[in-house]
């Protein structure tokens, strides 16, 4: 029972690492805890559903999602964070903006796909593998090598490419590659970008898995990715992975020997006890001087 709840555990977080992943990426440039990237992700999952309605097949309406939310997170930052990193206003301003942004497209989706849950189509449904006494869907594997592959991108980006060496340079000293003639709001915006398509992968695979969407359904799994984004250390890629995988497994082993009622709680008892032992997290930088 313990292996089969690990392995679940851990499909449930390589999603949580991909949208722990969004949290980093702007936190990491911005020094920004983005809260609307629950609500991206809700997004995203319902564009796939809407593109998959179209009868355009599974694997596109999947890619064309990502696009879609991927700008998404441009136009939130276009149109509401940069004019007041324009203005240089108080950080506490960007953090309500983003809370705000996230219940304005809450109550969107509430509006033009309504309050009710919907199925959601499966995704990589090929059937089971059994191991022992542990059961494995290719659903679940599936995500996590999916999950793993996009992470593994993410990081050849930053780490890599010429685009990446810019968002390191933002994140280092912004004024300092706005001399250096770094498009700092272009990199914003990308970074922005790469989020929403995090966050669109993360919502298309849930949904597949359990095979329902709903508009809320970002509040409490962008609250989890929040806590795995902070275990690890908030701006920190291999981080987010760590973390979420964690928050999974915990979770998953709470619903199995407290429980299904305190599976939601464990990731806020593993924030609460990081923020108390090692406020910047498994792999987080020290020197963090604004949120």
């Known amino acids: 029972m313990i292996g089969q709840q690990i392995f679940n555990g851990l499909t449930l977080g390589m ?15 911005l020094r920004l805890v983005n809260f609307s990237h629950g ?4 997004f995203g999952a319902h564009t796939a559903l809407l593109l998959v309605s179209m009868n355009l097949g599974i694997v596109p309406a ?19 964070l940069e004019p007041l990193r324009k203005k240089n206003s108080i950080p506490i301003a960007s953090l309500i ?7 304005i497209i809450q109550n969107l989706l509430t509006v033009f796909f309504g309050s009710e849950k919907k199925a959601f189509p499966a995704l990589f449904n090929f059937g089971v593998i059994s191991i022992g006494n542990i059961q494995i869907t290719w659903t679940q ?8 592959g996009l992470m593994l991108l993410l990081v050849l980006v930053v780490k ?12 280092q000293n912004p004024k300092a590659a706005n001399l250096m003639g770094v498009n700092v709001n272009f990199v914003i915006s990308f970074t922005f970008f790469l989020g929403g398509v995090s966050a669109a992968i993360a919502g298309a ?19 989890k990715a929040f806590a795995a984004a902070v275990l690890g250390g908030i701006g920190s890629i291999p ?3 760590v973390g979420g995988l964690l928050v999974g497994v915990s979770e998953s082993m709470a619903a199995t020997f407290l429980g299904s009622t305190y599976r939601d709680c464990m990731a806020f008892v593993i924030l609460i006890i990081v923020l108390i032992v090692r406020p910047n997290g498994l792999f987080g930088k020290k020197g963090i001087t604004k949120v």
Not at 97 to 103: E, R
Not at 141 to 148: A, D, P, Q
């Open 15 to 29: 999603c949580y690492a991909l949208l722990a992943v969004g949290y980093s990426l702007v936190f990491g440039i």
């Open 39 to 42: 609500s991206i992700y809700a």
């Open 62 to 80: 999947v890619l064309l999602s990502l696009v879609f939310t991927g700008l998404l997170g441009v136009l939130i930052d276009k149109t509401a």
């Open 97 to 103: 903006t983003t809370i705000g942004i996230s219940n």
């Open 141 to 148: 594997i599936c995500i996590c090598i999916v999950s793993l």
């Open 160 to 171: 890599k490419t010429k685009i990446g060496l810019a968002m390191r340079g933002c994140e």
């Open 205 to 223: 695979l849930i949904s597949g898995y359990y095979q329902i969407v709903y508009p809320n359904m970002g509040y409490m799994a962008g609250l």
């Open 239 to 241: 981080g987010a992975l």
